[in-house]
């Protein structure tokens, strides 16, 4: 028997009295091999801490064992947020992530990520805003026969390659709250309109003002760039506005803070004179003062989802309706009724 971490595939196949190529396929979670079988060989690795190395498997196969996680400059908490709810997806599987910003703004960024995807040999890529939503992304992934999974604010592919977000409702929750608290006087700062997330967000916040008979007039509309600073101007530009507005939706928590500094400076209280709804519920909504109301929007949940969308076998059947999560508004104390 050999001692505890010094096992190899060889002597596991010894051990469990069955061949090689059999205990590959346990490895690599084959259905080709018997229930008893496959329970007897997971104990004897188990029992002698045989972990394959990632680096073999991929010479073997022909790829790598690694899942590619593609951004293009979200809020780092953002980012942190689902690298942690793939990894919990990817624990004990065998399977590693690698991270790689990218910037879509350069002409030659999608041949960035695909020589990356061929260089990694990935076995799936995981696409979340801004790339998501790049058609042409998708199309060069499918001809180097890369699996990926899109998350994004609305149905852009097979549902079997897509995660949906429901922004847009997220938008009318938050407008439906703020009206229901009797504001009728609003303001909205977006994210860059070339963002999907930013158009379905404004657009259901402004949709859902109309069902209640309230009118967001363009010149109460600020395109912010989901940064600290551009939330600063949004609302800088917004409160100067006659009349002023007494409520303010911010399409992120990072822009929602800036409204807070915005209101400090010109001497209103939150949410005496002003209420504000950011999105995310990042921790920086519980780190502000008052605590910011704001959209839940699951991040952690949503990587998890999609690194386990890539792990399924590739025989799965196929969904027939994309994958959705369902963000929900955070009520707390940054909003109350306006100021009489």
Known sequence: MPAPGKATINDIARLAAVSKKTVSRVINNSPLVRPDTREKIQTLMKQLGYA??????????????????????????YIVNMQYG????????????????????RDDYIDGIRRFALQQKLHGVILIPRVSEDDQL????????????????????????????QERQAGVEAANYLQSLGHRQLGLITGPHRYRSSIERGGGFAHGLAQRGIELT??????????????VAGAEYLLAKSPRPTAIFACNDEMAAGVYKAAMRRGLSIPGDLSVVGYDDSPLATQLWPALTTIHSPIRDLGRQAAQMLLAPEHAPAPTQPLSVTPHLVVRDSSQPPPV
């Open 52 to 77: 394959p190395d990632p680096q073999a498997r991929g010479l073997a196969f022909r790829r790598s064992f690694l899942i590619g996680l593609v951004y293009d400059n979200p809020t780092a908490q």
């Open 218 to 231: 363009p010149d109460y509309v600020f395109e912010g760039g989901y940064t600290f600073e551009s939330g």
């Open 86 to 105: 793939a990894l919990d997806a990817l624990r004990d599987s065998g399977y590693e992530l690698v991270v790689h910003p990218c910037d879509s703004n």
């Open 138 to 165: 998708a199309r060069a992934l499918r001809e180097i026969d890369v699996r990926y999974v899109r998350i994004a604010s609305i149905p852009l592919d097979d549902p079997a390659h897509m995660l949906h977000t």
